[in-house]
């Protein structure tokens, strides 16, 4: 199962009762948090409930509660069931099969989460029960539902009598398409249950047998499951933005992520793309075909509205487990989902990738950038430990100053590759040894400000751009300090970051140990980092920050959401400043950015995905510039050259001005391949070769993508201009001008 990996902690000791005694006399005095253990034998112990005999749901109606020139929307009064009816592509799109009695994989519980628009995982503080709850069961059946139309479409109420919960759900009516939404501060819990999930409308798009189509998810680029799978053991599952780092304990960008809060649906007569407008910091994408739980292929969100954490507890031969939840409060109000139907009846996902940058374009202030044929990521120092009488000490290692900057860029300029962006990394002291930066400060071996400035401004004038990276979340252990900046884990420790190594499934304990900033001191810190870098006229370029969520569990702490505001007030900060690069942008970095970096082109296919398709890159082509990791720093350069021609990325190299021998056993070893000297030549060539193609397309949008034969993929933009890759040969074409 393609699911996020959360952390376990052994807390050793032979007395078990004790621990367990122990571990909730310190909850109580946090008072932050609730203990629920589980079965040692599974993940979770969970209470499928029994079949209700009695069954209050109303006879209701099918009642038209919203229509427009393209769309009507009628829902039932009784169940609360709903469909939406396109008069343009004459497409009926239903939140649960009709026929949902009849399917023969699905038994129980799951049976009824077929006929269920909502579905809740739960747990009762006063027993420690864990339960899964579905909306039909526990409300409709129980006369517990009250169904009332709005001026745009309706609203349902669910009283779900058992748990002593309520839960609204609105469904709205827009000229393309529908909002579904869930008003979390609204959500009443008036007994001792607790709901820590939500899955909204899991059924909505549901294609069963007979159908052909595919789903569409944000697996990295994006990933296409295809509808004729069946009976797979792998369901998919995707935190959007990324693990919470706040209970993994890691940021590392070995495993894939979902960095746009979108999922879609193709099937016969039409699709729609599903698009996560709120509370997507708290959210995920959920998919799985015919033969798992029941008889559909299914494509949904779900949020997390209560982050916990598993712990082990006790002597390696008598473990039990506990679950350890966050405090009640639920800190944001509201998750919604708009989901935008498609024109035609035949759907693909460059058509849903294009749909999402309307999106983008219509609901922030982005207007198109032009593109740089190649970004140069230039490193200025790393440390290095060195001897010094005998004493082992930790040393700044120059590798390319500001003087050997401008060496490059004129170097590179008299060889005609003279549209290129820089970024500068690790030229200012704190970057380079990993502490907490709060003030811009040059490292006196790269040279002075005014030489870094004298760099910017000659490049600014000749129209390249030059970022400067500043890191203000990550940063080591600086001692005392970590009590005051660093965020904590759920059971109130310092939040502490590791290395992984996915290859053994732990953690590297030799490696240095990492903190992230509170996220209450990021604006202040970032406010002051602003003003003291005023004076250059230099981009700013973010990397943690721009593609990684986390929870910070101190107790004034706001939760996940608070993280997520906070960065995002940085980033407008940064922009109004000037311009912003991204590495690996999520979503809400994207739409600040003047460039993104070293989006990952994986080949892989995970679970129930059949293949990676290019979403991201067709989504922001034309609007904001993006590139792959470096072709450099990346095994085949050929193959990397190929996929920016395929995607319209540019190209993307890193170096060092010095000998990359220097780079052995430093904080930077893994530029290892970033010698200037031996890969100058390389670089000019891939970059005439990628010229003409930038040339021709620079702010045009990709219009069509596909796969013609197997290793050949066929790209088409806006304007005509055609390209053609064939992996197999490796080799391209470019076809068309411009008039």
């Known amino acids: 199962m393609t699911t996020t990996k959360r952390n376990d902690k052994t807390l050793g000791g032979e007395a078990l009762k004790n621990r367990f005694l122990i571990i909730i006399f310190i909850l109580a005095m946090l008072g932050v948090t609730y203990a629920v253990p589980v079965n040692a034998d599974n993940d979770f112990s969970f209470d499928f409930g029994e079949t209700v005999s009695q069954n209050n749901e109303k006879e209701g109606e099918d009642t038209l509660a919203a229509e427009n020139e393209r769309f009507s929307l009628t829902v039932n009064t009784g169940n609360g069931t709903f469909s939406v009816y396109d008069k343009q592509t004459l497409k009926k799109w239903d939140s649960n099969p009709a026929n949902w009695q009849e399917d023969t994989v699905a038994n129980g519980l799951f049976k009824t989460?077929?006929?269920?628009?909502?579905?809740f995982y739960c747990y009762d503080s006063a027993t420690?029960?864990?339960?899964?709850?579905?909306?039909?069961?526990?409300?409709?059946?129980?006369?517990?539902?009250?169904?009332?139309?709005?001026?745009?479409?309706f609203v349902t109420e669910y009283d779900l009598k058992t748990e002593e919960i309520k839960v609204k759900l609105a469904v709205s009516l827009t000229n393309d398409g529908i909002i579904a939404s869930i008003?979390?501060?609204?959500?009443?819990?008036?007994?001792?249950?607790?709901?820590?999930?939500?899955?909204?409308?899991?059924?909505?798009?549901?294609?069963?047998?007979?159908q052909e189509g595919f789903l569409f998810v944000p697996e990295g680029r994006g990933g296409i499951i295809d509808y004729g799978q069946r009976a797979v053991k792998d369901t998919y599952y995707r935190q959007i933005y990324g693990e919470d780092a706040g209970l993994t304990n890691r940021i590392d960008r070995d495993s894939e992520q979902a960095y746009l809060p979108v999922f879609g649906v193709s099937q016969s007569g039409g699709g729609f793309l599903g698009i996560v407008t709120k509370g997507d910091e708290s959210g995920a994408v959920n998919a799985g075909v015919r033969g798992q739980d029941n008889d559909y292929c299914t494509v949904y969100p779900s949020f997390s509205i209560r982050k916990y954490k598993k712990y082990s507890v006790g002597a390696s031969y008598a473990q039990k487990e506990m679950n350890i939840f966050q405090k009640e409060t639920i800190h944001f109000p509201e998750c919604a989902v708009y989901y935008r139907f498609s024109d035609s009846r035949d759907s693909s996902y460059p058509e849903m990738a294009r749909s999402y940058s309307d999106y983008l374009k219509e609901n922030h202030d982005i207007k198109s950038k032009a593109s740089p044929v190649a970004v140069v990521e230039l490193l200025g120092a790393a440390t290095k430990i060195k001897s010094f009488a005998g004493i082992p000490l930790t040393a700044v290692e120059p590798l390319t100053t500001f003087g050997e900057c401008q060496k490059i860029a004129d170097e590179l300029k008299d060889a005609g590759a003279d549209n290129i962006s820089f970024i500068l990394n690790g030229i200012t002291n704190s970057t380079i040894k990993?502490?907490?930066?709060?003030e811009f400060g040059v490292s006196k071996k790269l040279g002075s400000k005014k030489q870094l400035s004298s760099f910017i401004d000659g490049q600014k004038s000749e129209n390249r751009d030059v970022y400067?990276?500043?890191?203000?979340?990550?940063?080591?252990?600086?001692?005392?300090?970590?009590?005051?900046n660093a965020s904590k884990e759920i059971l109130g420790q310092i939040l502490e970051i590791k290395k992984w190594h996915p290859g053994i499934g732990d953690f590297?304990?030799?490696?240095?140990?990492n903190n992230l900033l509170k996220p209450g001191k990021l604006v202040v810190n970032g406010e002051k980092y602003l003003k003291s870098i005023k004076g250059l006229d230099s981009g700013i370029m973010y990397d943690y920050l721009s593609r990684g969520l986390y929870t910070d569990f101190s107790a004034k702490s706001k939760g996940i959401a608070q993280t997520q505001e906070n960065i995002q007030r940085i980033l407008q900060l940064s922009a109004d400043r000037g311009k912003v690069a991204s590495r690996g942008a999520n979503a809400y970095a994207a739409v600040y950015s003047d460039l993104i970096v070293d989006l990952r082109y994986k080949t892989g296919t995970p679970g129930?995905?059949?293949?990676?398709?290019?979403?991201?890159?067709?989504?922001?082509?034309?609007?904001?510039?993006?590139?792959?990791?470096?072709?450099?720093m990346d095994g085949n350069q050929t193959l990397n050259f190929l996929r920016a021609v395929e995607t319209g990325a540019a190209l993307k190299y890193s170096f060092v001005y010095r000998s990359a021998e220097k780079l052995i056993d430093s904080s930077k070893s893994d530029w290892y391949a970033s010698d200037y000297g031996f890969f100058k030549d390389a670089f000019v060539s891939r970059y005439k070769e990628l010229e003409k193609l930038r040339e021709l397309?620079?702010?045009?949008?990709?219009?069509?993508?596909r796969e013609t034969a197997s290793g050949i993929f066929e790209t088409v933009y806006e304007n005509g201009i055609r390209t053609v890759v064939d992996y197999n040969t490796e080799s391209y074409v470019i076809e068309g001008e411009i008039e």
């Open 113 to 119: 989460d077929l006929h269920s628009q909502l579905l």
């Open 128 to 153: 420690d029960q864990m339960s899964n709850v579905n909306s039909y069961n526990s409300a409709v059946k129980k006369g517990g539902i009250d169904v009332r139309i709005t001026e745009s479409g």
């Open 183 to 210: 008003p979390t501060a609204d959500i009443r819990e008036t007994g001792s249950f607790r709901i820590y999930e939500m899955k909204l409308l899991p059924l909505f798009g549901a294609a069963g047998a007979g």
């Open 434 to 438: 990993g502490k907490l930066e709060v």
């Open 468 to 484: 400067i990276e500043y890191e203000p979340i990550v940063f080591k252990n600086n001692g005392i300090g970590v009590f005051f």
């Open 508 to 513: 590297d304990k030799d490696a240095p140990v």
């Open 608 to 632: 129930i995905v059949t293949k990676q398709v290019p979403f991201y890159e067709i989504a922001m082509s034309g609007l904001i510039p993006y590139s792959y990791t470096s072709l450099n």
């Open 697 to 705: 397309t620079n702010g045009v949008r990709i219009a069509a993508h």
